[in-house]
């Protein structure tokens, strides 16, 4: 295999950063090359180099030989490098053939150009009607819009960034034998992602990112995933302990939940019937857009429905107001950090006032105690490690990850009776997901019901007690965790309810 | 060329120091308006911003300056609180017309007798008035999703119709001798608001304006209110997350903002003014919209705000004497928050050169 792409000593700085650092790394043609690393270590930017979205500082680039310095991802393009984003840039309105025309230059006519995607879909089976509208499509379908927008250029290169996240494992499947049919062909493929598993079974050669810096090269196959994993975080890991538990009495019991969901492109919850008791923890997997935020939002109280539906120990709490479901115990740490979870331009003390008001009587006679709310910030930052100058700085300048324990911790303090959270270590480093993952379980262990909502299975099956799956606005029975197999998740993921095909309609007390 | 970075953090000194440059600039733009106007800019602008206090009838002015701020940090103080939850409210002008045409109406109904309560009651009629007509824009906002902007802002030439039928007819002085216009408030012991101390310009309204100041002060920074406003101004979904009920939210500063600037027209009405005329409104109701912003939404800003605005508009009556249209006047107002808004962009984002080198870039 002749060499197609040579980064040599790329350099980005930003103000009190350096993203990149002296990076070097070849690809060849046909290869598929895995760039491994946590939050920050610099990926992304290196990539946006690569296509054209960031001018490096220094270094030079030459793809097929000649020297490449796109200005643009156009001229990107152009010289035959295609990127799939992590986030997607569709329009929910707009047909397949609409969406794909706009990211194009000199697009073909409709007939035509429908008739391409056809082809392509079919040549690389990932099949797509052009003429879906993209509100109506899985996330996975969505992906497969973007793959085939990329494919369409012909490209030598193609870009992955963390693909897989927001994939069933046999979607995962069917994703991987269209970029080996890519790979044989001869295209290479650039494959960003942290999860070590799927590296060692796709990815000919690694290339390892720490800190801006390339720290290590590997052929996953010869690896251990432990290995890699150190290799990427700098330190030996620890995984979180699971204590062998006795759970209590049902707190947590959520009775033929359905609810039309708000947005035109959100999700209806169904008939979904679960109990969580004192001392477990409950996952709930799915693939995004299934329902879980919807979920989250009706265990909050952001969205009221009928009173009977959700009960917190007996007591019916389905009417209730995020506040009122807080002096019960319920509390809840939505997905978004920014926007959602915490206010992005006010402070930590704003933000710890923000959930922690009730239950830590940071109030009085509707006058806020800002002294009490300073020191209840000041206990989450210390307790949960989050790396900030001071409890006064704004949410937004902190890391994902710092502001994840932040907004988990807050909730934690509180001592909550019954604690849902939605994706809790989305984009979250090892290290510190790691720390978050304990402090659920010892949640659990302390006496509360815990419910994680997340995308990460392997995540669910390490914390989780029983497991159940949220697939188009249904959740299927739970069942334990430990006798599970990854099939089996994915079967259930794929619409299939579980043990048995006969249980939508569950028995609500089952536990 | 230049384009535009966002700041990690909005910075504190372009924050603080916007409102001076944005005033230095309307200044130096302003100037340039007087000169293309065959009028020495010097001289232009030292009439507006230093006769009022320092020149020859600085005396007389000097009075003016507190009456003509009153209303606007009154109105503007309601109105920052509301831009705090984004909501706005541009009908302001509308709501003092309204509150002030409800108070003098009490009054009126009670003409002549001599009771101390009648003051009272007048006051508690303006808040009201104002306060029913924001409540329009807030009702249709909450049940039929109805944009506020453009609701309270209709509602201001509604206003100004009711305002002159008022005057010409319900309101009209029976022994006025047919001209338009009410009955003089200011000359009636039992409504009359006048200076406190004589000369100063201090009546009823500046001491409703200053007791605002801490009111809103002690609102927006210690109470939980304060607190929910600002949330939903800074994030819609964080501060569902919290429990705050939006509709509420927009009801609750609609309605306080409409109550002050209905306050203010009542102390206008009832002093400065006198009487319920044809034109009444005298455009505070948009001005304080200016001051709301010069003062950063902070109730401190705004008295100072309040104060340099009022000196425009002090200024400016001396600039017309001199024979500078009205509407000069009322264009250098409209620059100035103009020019603010242009500098506030800096306090979130930086300019940098788009081609400059790496070392350049550090500099910046």
Same mark, same amino acid.
């Given at each position: ?8 000593? *790329? ?58 310095? /796109? ?14 984003? +992590? ?38 089976? *990932? ?15 969505? +992906? ?25 494992? +046999? ?24 999860? *070590? ?49 006795? /759970? ?55 969205t009221a429905s009928p009173r009977q539906m959700v009960q917190v120990n007996g007591v019916d709490v389905g009417d209730l107001n995020p506040n009122e479901r807080r002096e019960l115990g319920l509390l809840t740490a939505p997905e978004e950090r920014l926007g959602h979870a915490a206010a992005p331009d006010m ?76 994706? /809790? ?80 309609? +569950? ?5 | ?35 293309? !106007? ?27 300056? !507190?009456?003509? =701020? ?6 503007? !103080? ?53 306060? =029913? ?29 009711? !305002? ?82 939006? =509709? ?24 400065? =003014? ?26 401190f800003g705004i008295l100072l705000a309040g104060l340099l605005l009022a000196l425009t508009y002090i200024g400016g009556n001396v600039a017309e004497q001199e024979g500078l249209p009205a509407a000069a006047i009322q264009a250098f107002q409209g620059m100035l928050l103009f020019f603010l808004l242009a500098f ?21």
């Open positions: 295999m002749s060499e197609l792409l040579k980064i040599d000593g *790329l350099t980005k700085a930003y103000p009190g950063v350096v993203a990149n650092d002296d990076v070097s790394f070849e690809i060849a043609e046909g290869e598929v090359h895995a760039l491994l690393g946590e939050n920050g270590a610099g990926k992304s930017t290196l990539v946006k180099m690569i296509y054209g979205l960031v001018k490096p500082d220094s270094g030079q680039m030459t793809l097929g030989g000649a020297p490449y310095h /796109p200005a643009e991802p156009k001229a990107a393009r152009a010289s035959g490098v295609a990127m799939v984003f +992590q986030h997607f840039s569709l329009f929910d309105a707009l047909t397949v053939a609409e969406n794909i025309t706009l990211g194009m230059e000199n697009a073909p006519h409709r007939r035509e150009l429908s008739e391409r995607i056809r082809e392509v879909s079919n040549a690389y089976k *990932l099949p797509l009607d052009p003429n879906r509208i993209i509100g109506d499509l899985s996330v996975g379908e969505r +992906q497969r819009v973007e793959i085939i927008r990329c494919l369409l250029q012909n490209p030598k290169l193609l870009i992955m960034d963390e693909p897989t996240s927001v994939l069933t494992p +046999q979607e995962v499947e069917v994703l991987f034998e269209t970029l080996h049919t890519l790979s044989d062909e001869g295209t290479a493929i650039l494959y960003i992602s942290h999860k *070590l598993e799927e590296i060692k079974t796709l990815c000919d050669h690694a290339t390892i990112l720490r800190h801006g810096q390339v720290v290590g090269e590997c052929v996953p196959k010869e690896q251990t995933a432990r290995k890699m994993a150190e290799m990427m975080v700098g330190a030996s890991l620890h995984t979180p302990v699971k204590k062998n538990l006795h /759970p209590g009495e049902v707190i947590l019991n959520v009775q033929g939940l359905s609810l039309a969901s708000k947005n035109p492109f959100g999700t209806t919850l169904k008939d979904i019937n679960v109990t969580v008791r004192a001392g477990e923890v409950l996952g709930i997997g799915g693939v995004a857009g299934n329902g879980q935020d919807e979920l989250l939002l009706a265990l909050s109280g952001e402070t930590l003390t704003e933000n710890a006032m923000l959930t922690g008001n009730i239950r830590q009587r940071l109030s009085s006679n509707g006058f806020l105690r800002w002294n009490a709310a300073r020191g209840f910030a000041k206990a989450i930052i210390e307790q949960f490690d989050v790396r900030t100058p001071s409890s006064e700085n704004t949410a937004r300048s902190l890391s994902g990850g710092n502001l994840q324990k932040f907004v988990i911790g807050r909730e934690v303090l509180q001592d909550p009776t019954v604690l849902v959270v939605n994706q /809790p270590t989305w984009g979250v480093d090892a290290a510190a997901a790691a720390d978050i993952r304990q402090a659920l379980m010892d949640l659990a262990e302390g006496g509360a019901a815990v419910v994680i909502i997340s995308q990460d299975l392997d995540e669910l099956r390490e914390v989780s007690d029983r497991l159940a799956i949220l697939n188009e606005g249904q959740l299927t029975k739970p069942a334990e965790t430990a006798d599970l197999s990854m099939d089996d998740i994915g079967l259930m993921m794929g619409g299939h309810m579980g043990d048995g095909s006969d249980n939508t309609t +569950q028995e609500a007390a089952h536990v | 060329m230049f384009r535009l970075e966002a700041r990690p953090q909005p910075s504190k000194l372009w924050i603080g120091i916007s409102p001076i440059l944005a005033v230095l600039a309307t200044m130096v733009a302003g100037g340039f308006l007087f000169a293309a !106007l065959g009028k020495d800019p010097f001289i232009s602008i030292r009439m507006i911003f230093w006769d009022p206090l320092f020149g020859e009838f600085a005396s007389y002015y000097r009075g003016q300056l !507190l009456t003509k =701020a009153g209303p606007l940090i009154l109105i503007a !103080l309601g109105l920052s609180i509301g831009f705090r939850a984004g909501i706005w409210n541009i009908g302001a002008e509308g709501q003092y017309i309204m509150g002030a045409l409800c108070g003098a109406a009490i009054g009126l109904a009670m003409y002549p007798l001599d009771a101390w309560y009648i003051f009272p009651l007048m006051v508690l009629g303006g808040a009201l008035g104002g306060w =029913a007509w924001a409540m329009i824009p807030a009702i249709l906002r909450n049940r039929f999703g109805t944009n506020e902007i453009l609701v309270s802002l209709m509602l201001v030439y509604v206003a100004e119709k009711i !305002l002159a039928a008022a005057a010409l007819g319900l309101l009209k002085n029976p022994e006025g001798r047919g001209f338009p216009g009410s009955r003089n408030l200011a000359n009636w012991a039992s409504s009359a608001n006048p200076d406190l101390i004589a000369g100063t310009g201090m009546h009823w309204g500046v001491v409703a304006a200053f007791i605002a100041v801490i009111g809103s002060y002690v609102l927006m920074q210690r109470h939980l209110i304060g607190f929910q406003i600002n949330l939903t101004g800074q994030s819609p979904r964080a501060a569902m997350f919290a429990g705050v009920v939006p =509709a509420k939210v927009v009801a609750f500063t609609l309605g306080l903002s409409g109550a002050l600037a209905g306050l203010a027209g009542l102390f206008e009405v009832t002093g400065p =003014a006198g009487q319920i005329s044809i034109d009444f409104g005298s455009g505070y109701g948009f001005t304080a919209i200016i001051v709301a912003f010069l003062g950063r939404l902070n109730p506030d962009l800096l306090s979130n984002f930086r300019i940098r050169l788009a081609h400059s080198s790496v070392s350049k870039k550090e500099a910046v």
